[in-house]
Every structure is written in C-alpha cells, then in structure tokens.
C-alpha cells in the first residue's frame, strides 16, 4: 500500500518560518516526483512546489517563489519543504503527492490532476 505522511505543520507569526516533510512509503521513490499542493477554505487545491528525482529539477508557483525551498533526502524517501517569510495568505492545508516523472514542465508537475498518490494533510496557520 502507498502511504504519503506529512508532518511539520502549526501556527506560525507573519515573517515567521515552518519546515514540512513528507515521507514516502509503498512505492519506488526515486521514480516519483514529489510535489506540494496546498488548499484553503473555499479555494481550489494549488501547486506549490515539486522536486523531479532523476534529475533534482525544481517547480515554485510564483507566488513562493523566493521564500519556499523543496528538497529530496533519497537515503531516507522524504521530501521537504522549507518555508520562509511566511504569510497569513500561506494559511491553508497542505498536502504532499506523488506523480510518475514524464515530463519536465512547471505546469504539468503543478497541476493537481496529474498526481495519484496524496497524503492526508498538515495544518500551516499564519497570523497577522
């Protein structure tokens, strides 16, 4: 069975900084892009980010970019996320998924529907 746990979430000051992992089980890891998505009340899940394997290739949306950091540990199947100069519009679920790594576009590695495998969620809170 593929399991996707995230962990690493909570309550956070505006400016402040939270660090997610996710770690993979269940499935050929370094034959997966991993990717974060991120949903809130009454807006559609996003891509926030993605890591390729084969070649450690990297996604941001633009609205991260600059202030979020994703990495791979191979050695131990867990992806994280490094979150910096965060904001209250940052609030939201946020989730890890896994994807077969056929292409190499943002906008492919960025759409939620292209994944088949997710975790269950870690709450990330801002506030002002």
């Known amino acids: 069975e593929v399991q996707l746990v995230e962990s690493g979430g909570g309550l956070v000051q505006a400016g402040g900084s939270l660090r997610l992992s996710c770690t993979a089980s269940?499935?050929?890891?370094?034959?997966?892009?991993i990717g974060w998505f991120r949903q809130a009340p009454g807006k559609e899940r996003e891509g926030v980010s993605c890591?390729?394997?084969?070649?450690?290739?990297?996604y941001y949306s633009d609205s991260v970019k600059g202030r979020f950091t994703i990495t791979s540990d191979n050695a131990k199947n867990t992806v994280y996320l490094q979150m910096n100069s965060l904001k209250p519009e940052d609030t939201a679920v946020y989730y890890c998924?896994?994807?077969?790594?056929?292409?190499?576009?943002?906008?492919?590695?960025?759409?939620?529907?292209?994944?088949?495998?997710w975790g269950q969620g870690t709450q990330v809170t801002v506030s002002s």
């Open positions: 998924a896994a994807a077969p790594q056929y292409y190499s576009s943002s906008w492919y590695f960025l759409n939620k529907d292209v994944y088949d495998y």
């Open positions: 269940g499935l050929s890891f370094d034959n997966y892009a």
């Open positions: 890591i390729k394997k084969t070649d450690g290739t990297t």
